[in-house]
């Protein structure tokens, strides 16, 4: 009778030997990944995916590199190919929801980004992120709440408090819109859209003086803008 353990130990040599070709590009990916070489990244996690469909690490970078490249309908794509490798992935989650809000998708980002932090409470992007979607969805009592807490956890969050000072107006809450863009601007002191905010918040509570000031910074920082882009 012909032994089979010859012909099983080199076939069991040659996957190891794939799997360790394939670990190591993972690295390297991840190494071009954090020097922002982002072609280069979503060609290795490409190569590796097509070998290893259900290895969540490189399906998981793919979709974060699409992700910070703008590429929002191939990281949502991505990412939930990593959600379904992975449920008890905070990460997957919260960049799927960050996916889907860029792409309008607030109820599905929602969700995602409540997982998100049903795994891992307390994430101020997480956080920012569901704030964001809850006053998209015209629920700016629940917003207020999520943003004040991402505040809380992280004082210096500018777009924490420019989103809370978004629901704060659509509750008609103008002195609490004026401080939380007052502490944005505090943050980002020439940021137009900001400014903005502050003098429509100061204009509803007839602050006339105050609101034609953040114009007048407002206007200021526009031709600011204007000359620099000559």
């Given amino acids: 009778m012909q032994s089979t353990t010859g012909p099983r130990v080199v076939q069991d040599a040659n996957e190891q030997a794939t799997i360790k070709k394939h670990l190591e590009t993972t690295v390297a990916a991840l190494a071009a990944y954090r020097e922002g070489r982002h072609a280069e990244v979503q060609s290795l996690c490409r190569g590796v995916i097509e070998h290893l469909p ?6 998981h970078l793919l979709g974060v590199s699409y992700l910070d490249c703008g590429q929002f309908e191939e990281a949502r794509q991505a990412l939930e190919h990593a959600v379904a490798l992975e449920q008890g992935s905070p990460d997957a989650h919260g960049n799927l929801g960050h ?15 409540e997982k998100s932090l049903a795994l891992r409470p307390d994430s101020p992007p ?4 569901l704030g964001n979607a809850l006053w998209r969805l015209e629920r700016p009592e629940q917003a207020i709440a999520v943003l004040t807490r991402a505040i809380e956890l992280q004082p210096d969050d500018f777009e924490a408090y420019c989103d809370r000072g978004i629901a704060q107006m659509m509750l008609k809450r103008y002195q ?10 505090a943050l980002q002191p020439h940021h137009f859209d900001a400014m903005v905010c502050k ?3 100061h204009l509803e509570l007839r602050h006339y003086d105050i609101a034609e000031a953040a114009f007048r910074s407002e206007e200021h920082t526009s031709e600011l803008q204007s000359h620099h882009d000559l």
């Fill in 54 to 59: 259900n290895f969540f690490f490189p399906v």
């Fill in 99 to 113: 996916a889907l809000l860029s792409l309008k998708r607030y109820d599905e980002a929602c969700s995602h980004l």
């Fill in 126 to 129: 997480a956080l920012r992120k």
């Fill in 176 to 185: 609490a819109a004026a401080s939380s863009y007052e502490h944005a601007l």
């Fill in 199 to 201: 003098g429509l918040a």
